[in-house]
């Protein structure tokens, strides 16, 4: 059976928005900060520097203050947040090479989403899922694994406001030690949650990942019951990936009663899409005896597209 790699799966699953990767920022960055803009000022034609009074240094060594270097000449730079305490993902800069009065001086990481906002109420009780994301995995680093951690990054996946639930739920995917680590009551707990989701789609998918690669046989069954209530291609798509990944050729059979059930015209569309994306010799045989009884054969077209085969192309050219 034909199967797509952690890390594969997850992005083949995910939408086309850019994608979050605070955990990436946070891992890379060699100081790392939670930090409260306090000023700017230009240094020559292309420099601003930015001032950052240091609340808590989470990893490296910094003052009470550092100073943050912006390129103002660079079109998609990244620009500290102006009065606003964040999480600060920072690395070194050569003032002798950029002719920099001496000091010390960092630019900020450009991994996207790595440096959001910290709510300072939670900061003063040690509870902002943000830092707790960050102290997690600069403590897993120094023990050389994230195993430990499953029971916190779990309770972040869960229960964590977005970004942190989602960086949660794709480093469960993501790292080996942390995906066999979970148990059945673990898993059990993430496919409830990945079904009662119905807004955050990029969320639903990373908890279908993670069930996924565990193998879970409902996970199908968990997805397929959101579509009335989910309007969104990329999700439809989604399923049927998951659906491949989990039967191969088998995957229409567990597809089909969805579509044979279906009365309206958009979920059947929706369902067919599922189909269309399982890429599969029996998927292709179903959605080819579809297009011979639909009037509008607009929506089973879309997924003979998405499957792409040969069969589909000339079926679809055939007045």
Request: net charge neutral; hydrophobic share 45%.
């Amino acid at each position: 059976m034909n199967t797509l790699p952690r890390a594969a799966l997850l992005m083949a699953c995910l939408s086309p928005l850019p994608a979050q990767e605070l955990r990436v920022g946070i891992e890379s960055a060699p100081l790392v900060i939670v930090g409260q803009h306090r000023g700017v000022r230009p240094h020559g034609a292309d420099y601003l520097l930015h001032k950052v009074a240091v609340a808590r240094v989470l990893r490296g060594d910094a003052e009470a203050e550092v100073t943050v270097l912006e390129w103002k000449k660079v079109s998609l730079h990244v620009r500290p947040a102006i009065a606003a305490t964040r999480l600060y993902c920072l690395h070194p800069v050569d003032d002798a090479e950029l002719g920099l009065p001496p000091g010390r001086y960092f630019r900020l990481d450009a991994h996207p989403g790595s440096h959001p906002v910290i709510g300072d109420a939670l900061l003063a009780r040690n509870a902002d899922p943000v830092v707790q994301l960050a102290e997690l995995l600069i403590a897993a680093q120094r023990e050389g694994s994230l195993a430990s951690k499953k029971a916190a990054l779990l309770e972040l996946t869960l229960t964590a406001p977005t970004p942190v639930r989602h960086e949660a739920a794709r480093l469960l995917a993501e790292r080996a030690a942390l995906l066999d680590a979970l148990n059945a009551l673990d898993l059990l707990a993430l496919l409830a949650r990945a079904s009662a989701e119905t807004e955050d789609i990029d969320y639903k998918l990373a908890l279908a990942t993670v069930c996924a690669e565990r193998r879970m046989p409902t996970l199908i069954e968990a997805l397929c019951i959101s579509w009335p209530e989910i309007d969104d291609e990329n999700f439809s798509r989604a399923v049927g990936r998951f659906a491949k990944h989990l039967y191969g050729e088998d995957a229409t059979e567990q597809l089909l009663p969805y579509l044979q059930r279906a009365r309206d015209a958009k979920l059947r569309g929706h369902v067919m899409l599922a189909l269309g994306a399982t890429s599969t010799d029996s998927a292709l045989d179903a959605l080819l005896r579809v297009r011979r009884l639909e009037t509008d054969k607009s929506r089973v077209d879309a997924a003979l597209r998405l499957h792409g085969a040969p069969r589909a192309v000339e079926a679809m050219e055939k007045k």
